[in-house]
């Protein structure tokens, strides 16, 4: 029987000026074409019923028909088809975080719900195989539009940045959303990338923790737990409380009222497994065509090896291009501040982001958003998506498109002494300002003070701190939580920094 892969089917979008790829399955050593404007293109399924066809690249178009068929008589049409720009948006919570949860949810219903041009895919959250099969996923696996309907399971940070996205290119954007909960970047990658590495050590927790566990009925306790079920991630209970309300500290964590065994936390971990996620959803959008990746991860990795990231999620990057076999463009996102959320600490934070601002300068083709201005003290899960989603969307049109524009955080270059005065001159720091009547999130240390208060002038590219005395350290959004108030001309907050005297 003649089938298509699940990301194939009426409204998707398709990428633009690149080979276009759709496979599927049919019966062994059958014929199959494919015909989309004009090109049809034909190839026999393999000994399993495996079939790969690759058609011309296309300029951007819409209201297009792509058809399928088999010298059997099967037939499959799919109609609604866009040509333009697609993006898979991968990551954890913040990035799954659905675009009812957001804080402007009700306007851009009203705002978008008539814009056919914007067109967003969720793989199901699957954690092992078959489980498709176990159970009834209604609300991923096919591509919505913006319709009060469908927009609600947007990812946000997906939605803002195709938003910005599709106004500046005037072409369709489709988003791919490959993303789950609560995961670490070694669940998105296949975990030969982290042998031989420091990143090895997520491989050994696994196997410590599962080593005596008989899978079999491990998988059968996984099939009916209600914990596991992530059929629906919007009106889904404990989305609801964790992700749409928040848990501000331990009394609200509605956990707290479950008895939980060992087997269940080991439940809770089966879907962070290295290379598990990989195999079980990424590799089956592979390789759906895309300009690029946006990445907004890292939480879960704070949580238990932070000084790895650097190394892990530089090497998942290398799986990802591996697999695409191209060098995809990644757009990512710093972590946001936060001081505390159920049992996660912002202090284990301050690191990863060091790690992700090690990536953006050692890894090529990779750019980094700031959002230090719009975090949450007791919530790990910033409501106001916007600014992160139009921040990614600032950086694809700088970098990735070409459009002149300021599209990157302001950052450190040189700070110098002036008598009792420090310059701090800045890149990416057109029309450099204060929000505000004083500096935020700077952090002055000396060798006879307790504490400096910090007077601040702009000037140009630069930052004057006046009469600062004996200062022998500055710490700009080093804090678990801080409000970043310097911006640049397109209000991106300056990055995170230390520098010493």
Same mark, same amino acid.
């Given at each position: ?90 990551? @954890? ?18 705002? @978008? ?35 009060? /309907? ?90 609801? @409380? ?63 090896? &932070? ?165 022998? /350290? ?19 907050? &300056? ?7």
């Amino acid at each position: 029987m003649l089938e298509l892969a699940m990301i194939f089917s009426d409204s998707m979008v398709l990428q633009r000026e690149k080979p276009i790829h759709i496979w599927g399955k049919d019966t062994p050593k059958s014929r199959v074409s494919v015909t989309l404007i004009g090109d049809k293109v034909s190839a026999c399924t393999d000994q399993c019923g495996n079939w790969h066809i690759v058609l011309p690249e296309k300029k951007a178009a819409t209201d297009l028909i792509l058809t399928v068929c088999d010298d059997d008589g099967d037939k499959i049409t799919l109609k609604d088809i866009c040509i333009g720009e697609v993006w898979i948006a991968g990551g @954890q919570s913040n990035m799954e975080f659905p675009l009812a949860y957001d804080v402007h949810f009700e306007t851009e219903i009203i705002n @978008q719900e008539r814009n056919p041009r914007i067109r967003f895919f969720d793989y199901p959250e699957v954690a092992y195989e078959g489980e498709l099969n176990d159970r009834e996923y209604k609300n991923e696996g096919f591509w919505r539009g913006c319709t009060a /309907e469908d927009l609600g399971y947007f990812s946000a940070v997906g939605f803002y940045f195709a938003k910005n996205l599709q106004e500046a290119i005037d072409v369709p954007v489709g988003i791919v959303g490959c993303n789950w909960a609560g995961t670490p970047a070694c669940a998105w990658m296949d975990s030969n990338y982290l042998k031989g590495t420091e990143g090895e050590v997520w491989v050994k927790d696994y196997e410590s923790e599962f080593a005596n566990i008989n899978f079999d009925d491990f998988i059968e306790k996984y099939k009916v737990s209600p914990f596991t079920d992530r059929t629906n991630n919007v009106d889904n209970p404990f989305n609801i @409380q964790m992700v749409k309300i928040g848990a501000a500290d331990e009394r609200e964590n509605p956990m707290d009222e479950v008895e939980l065994d060992s087997s269940m936390f080991q439940l809770f971990k089966f879907e962070q497994r290295p290379g598990g996620l990989y195999e079980t959803m990424l590799k089956k959008i592979v390789p759906f065509a895309a300009r690029g990746v946006i990445w907004y991860q890292g939480e879960t990795d704070g949580d238990s090896h &932070a000084k790895e990231y650097t190394t892990v999620f530089s090497k998942m990057i290398e799986n990802w291009r591996a697999l695409w076999g191209e060098e995809l463009p990644f757009l990512f996102v710093q972590l946001a501040p936060f001081e505390k959320w159920a049992e996660c600490y912002g202090e284990n934070y301050i690191q990863v982001r060091d790690c992700q601002e090690e990536v953006s300068k050692n890894v090529s083709n990779c750019w980094m958003a700031a959002i230090g201005d719009v975090g949450m003290q007791w919530d790990i899960h910033p409501k106001n998506k916007r600014p992160v989603g139009d921040r990614l969307a600032l950086l694809a049109r700088g970098h990735v498109y070409g459009e002149n524009i300021v599209c990157d955080a302001p950052e450190v270059i040189d700070v110098v002494k002036k008598g009792d005065d420090i310059v701090i001159r800045f890149a990416n720091a057109e029309g450099l300002f204060i929000k505000g009547d004083r500096l935020q999130a700077m952090n002055l240390n000396s060798k006879t003070q307790d504490s400096i208060a910090v007077d601040a002038e702009v000037l140009n590219d630069t930052l004057i701190l006046h009469s600062v005395g004996d200062v022998t /350290e500055i710490r700009f959004a080093k804090e678990p939580y801080h409000e970043v108030n310097l911006y640049n001309s397109s209000e991106i907050p &300056a990055k995170p920094f230390v520098f010493k005297l």
